[in-house]
């Protein structure tokens, strides 16, 4: 279900980024006050097809190219965001915002911003959900656990750097009037070519990024269904298939139809619920405790063999309780923002 709620995000997200292109183009050529106001879901349908396809992949040791160019592609759009965030604090000569943080009408609203916010936080470091899936399909030696601990470290280290740096920043050139995302919220307008090039690069990386949580659902689902009818025809039978300037691949109908009804599902339900913000918050908020945390803790207890009520687990279970209440507090504000973006 994690897997799957992160695919719907991804669909919301690469459509607001092909919306963002065309409303920068639509600015440049009409001033920046002009209305161009464009809707979403038809960019959420050109992902899906998209993903039709690229959903074909068998599986994950076929996708090494894919996922360096998504990671090239995520490096590339922090890196335009992180700058037009310092160059929109010089131009301005000032640090917009307060330590307050924006401000809400009531005690309320803004208790449910807080909460909401959370949300997000947590929705940060999804990568815990296929950490296990990327080891596995690792080679040795050296041993998969080390490539993958060296692996995280860096991972963690670059994105927690680029994360504090685009919101710090991006705040301080925007204040209260930050946008949720600062490539398709318009904070900057200018050059839009590279606004354009910037949402290009969060479009090519999230190709990617939706295969490579896709896929352990895929191969779970699929293996499933082949143990629980071993004769089918149906299940079990590939066929070659060649198209013309293309390399012959072996086509499964099985393979066909589930990832299709997958990939239609996550675009119905984005088109359903596209609001950015408000769905990041609920699934940070559902992954961030059991994944990122909980299994963690408990995996360490077991392997280190920490015996309760030592100094040590006393330490790490109150820290994965506290966690917990953040969770559940993000979960509550996240699911009201989202309650309040489709009703209010």
Request: net charge neutral; hydrophobic share 50%.
């Amino acid at each position: 279900m994690c897997l799957y709620g992160v695919c719907i995000a991804y669909v919301i997200t690469t459509s607001l980024s092909l919306r963002a292109i065309q409303q920068s183009n639509c600015y440049h050529k009409e001033g920046h006050e002009a209305n161009c106001t464009f809707g979403d879901t038809i960019y959420m349908v050109i992902f899906g097809a998209v993903q039709l396809i690229v959903s074909q992949i068998p599986d994950f040791h076929n996708m090494a190219w894919l996922s360096v160019i998504a990671a090239i592609m995520s490096f590339s759009y922090a890196s335009i965001g992180l700058g037009l965030g310092v160059a929109k604090v010089i131009e301005n000569g000032t640090i917009k915002g307060s330590i307050g943080g924006v401000p809400g009408a009531t005690v309320a609203e803004k208790l449910w911003l807080i909460l909401q916010a959370l949300g997000d936080i947590a929705f940060a470091y999804p990568y815990a959900i296929i950490l296990f899936e990327i080891q596995d399909t690792l080679k040795s030696p050296p041993p998969e656990n080390q490539t993958m601990k060296k692996a995280s470290t860096a991972a963690i280290f670059i994105t927690t750097f680029f994360y504090l740096c685009c919101g710090c920043f991006g705040y301080a050139a925007f204040g209260s009037d930050t946008p949720g995302n600062l490539l398709t919220g318009f904070g900057f307008y200018e050059p839009y070519w590279l606004i354009d090039f910037a949402n290009a690069c969060v479009i090519l990386h999230l190709v990617g990024g939706y295969q490579v949580y896709s896929q352990p659902l895929f191969a779970y689902g699929e293996r499933w269904v082949s143990e629980k009818f071993p004769n089918s025809r149906f299940v079990n039978n590939s066929y070659a298939i060649k198209l013309p300037f293309l390399p012959a691949f072996q086509l499964s109908l099985l393979r066909l139809c589930f990832r299709t009804v997958y990939v239609v599902s996550t675009t119905a339900i984005a088109v359903v619920f596209p609001y950015f913000n408000q769905v990041l918050g609920v699934l940070g908020a559902l992954n961030f405790w059991p994944l990122a945390i909980y299994f963690p803790v408990e995996m360490y207890f077991v392997q280190r063999k920490i015996e309760a009520w030592t100094t040590k687990w006393v330490v790490l279970q109150t820290f994965s309780i506290v966690c917990l209440v953040v969770s559940i507090l993000g979960l509550i504000g996240s699911i009201e923002g989202l309650i309040s973006a489709k009703f209010g």
